[in-house]
């Protein structure tokens, strides 16, 4: 294995690319090194990318938040602009790991690690996020959700990185949130999770909204249903009621140790539900 | 390959030669021999490994040795002064903060990025900053009852 710690964005694009064997890209590293150590993960080629100039800032962009592909998820919570703009994803980003993961663990290699379990990507999913990728081809922006294609999978093409994710501005009265179920209070791989995004009209009904599910398919889900069931009226315990019967119906979960299907789809329903109820309060709802 | 990764480690320079691929705690326990950094799991969870990269408190098995060049790194054989102990390690002996030891250097080097933040943390807030921290034998009870004593000592010491 080779390692490489790059200070451009073009010297890292261009050894991704020129490599003959597997090249992965190293950012926190708290995936990538304990896949490393257990061999499921043999690269010939890691490519560090936290020597590249900018990948380690929050910069405001258009109203919106642009966050480097290398930035911790300790210093996300410690973005006070940020925290006031999208609680919901720091929330989701800061349920990462323990002091010492959070020190390291960045949002885009949550991402690129294409857990279906990853706990950032319904947050940012909801929130309308872009990835900014780049590559020899180019610079192309896609949506959060379309860049894991399944467990372990993402849509990058060889040589390609994700450089930033960029949070858009946020309207006035919107609020997000962030829930995941997990059998111990921290350190521990979500049953699911949901993520919440709306905004409220001048007549305090919902006016739009997004919704994602992590845990129940192959990647995240952003389902439309969902937010359909919410959009149009106030967030009262009806509207509640038919998100969370659409949540259920979204899921195409497995059956494993930390879950059944049937847990799942219930719980799907449960936390979109009170995910939403939090999002309406930050928003400034009122029943 | 192999190559040399050089670090101030306790204050003194130490270079060795490791492989690229090596492991952080991988390098201060096979290469420089300072074994107090202990391994306790393969999936980065225990925090048995924690040590601290310029000052923050990381889990040397989640670091390549390479990153960690030109990097100061303390490990649990730098806390104490000499033969004096630091108060945390007095603490955890007079509280009774550890059994077998295992996850003790871990759980000091995690405290010591605590109380530098946070000089008085409550009991929860000690709690959650040890989420990363794993001890199977003390319950956590004392481990938790010996950061407070050393909170209240190194306060009333002045450090
Ligand atoms: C103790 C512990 C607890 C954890 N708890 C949680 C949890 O609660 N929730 C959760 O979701 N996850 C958890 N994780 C998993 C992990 O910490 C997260 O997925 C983290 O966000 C990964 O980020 P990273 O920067 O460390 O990624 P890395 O390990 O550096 O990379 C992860 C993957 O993405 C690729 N990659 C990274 N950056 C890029 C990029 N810019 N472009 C293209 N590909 C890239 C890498 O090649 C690798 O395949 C935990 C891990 C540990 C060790
Ligand atoms: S050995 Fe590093 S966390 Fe367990
Ligand atoms: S004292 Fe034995 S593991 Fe903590």
């Known amino acids: ?287 | 390959m192999t190559i040399t990764a050089t670090m101030t480690v306790n204050g003194e320079e130490r270079s060795g030669v490791c492989e690229e691929r090596t492991l952080l705690v991988t390098f201060l326990r096979e290469t420089l021999r300072l074994t107090g950094t202990h391994v306790g799991c393969d999936t980065s969870q225990c925090g048995a490994c924690v040590v601290l990269i310029d000052g923050d408190s990381v889990k040397s098995c989640t670091v390549l040795a390479l990153q960690a060049d030109g990097r100061d790194i303390q490990t649990i054989e730098g806390v104490a002064d000499g033969d004096e102990l630091h108060p945390i390690q007095q603490a955890f002996h007079e509280n009774h903060g550890l059994q077998c030891g295992y996850c003790t250097p871990g759980m000091i080097m995690s405290a010591l990025d605590l109380l530098k933040h946070n000089a008085d943390p409550t009991e929860r807030e000690i709690r959650e900053h040890l989420e990363g921290n794993l001890c199977r034998c003390t319950g956590y009870h004392n481990i938790v009852k010996s950061i407070r004593a050393a909170a209240g000592k190194m306060a009333g010491a002045g450090a």
């Not at chain 1, 002091?99 to 950032?120: E, F, K, W, Y």
């Open chain 1, 1 to 287: 294995m080779r390692y490489e710690a790059p200070d451009t964005l073009e010297a890292a694009v261009g050894l991704l690319s020129a490599a003959d064997g597997a090249a992965r890209v190293l950012a926190g590293g708290t995936d990538l090194l304990v896949q490393l150590r257990s061999g499921p993960v043999e690269p010939d080629l890691v490519v560090d990318i936290k020597r590249v100039p900018g990948m380690d800032a929050i910069v405001e962009e258009a109203g919106g938040f642009r966050v480097g592909a290398a930035v911790p998820g300790a210093a996300l919570g410690e973005h006070a602009g940020l925290r006031a703009a999208w609680p919901g994803v720091v929330e989701a980003t800061e349920l990462i790991g323990s002091t010492q993961i959070q020190g390291r663990a960045t949002m885009v290699g949550n991402l690129c690690n294409a857990s279906p379990a990853a706990d950032s990507v319904p947050a940012m999913i909801a929130a309308g996020a872009t990835a900014r990728i780049e590559g020899p081809g180019g610079r192309r922006d896609v949506p959060v959700e379309e860049v894991a294609t399944g467990p372990g999978r993402t849509s990058l093409a060889e040589g390609e990185l994700v450089a930033s994710v960029f949070l858009p501005a946020r309207p006035a009265r919107s609020g997000d949130a962030y829930l995941r179920l997990i059998p111990r209070t921290e350190m521990d791989i979500a049953v699911v999770g949901a993520g919440v995004s709306l905004t409220l009209g001048e007549n305090g009904a919902v006016s739009a909204a997004r919704v994602a599910l992590g845990a129940v398919a192959p990647t995240a889900l952003l389902d439309r249903a969902c937010a359909d069931a919410i959009v149009g009226a106030a967030l009262d315990a009806a509207a509640l009621e038919k998100l969370a019967a659409a949540a259920s119906a979204a899921c195409r979960p497995i059956d494993d140790k930390r879950g059944t299907v049937a847990y799942r789809t219930r719980v799907a329903g449960v936390l979109a539900r009170r995910a939403a109820a939090i999002a309406w309060a930050r928003a400034g709802g009122r029943a």
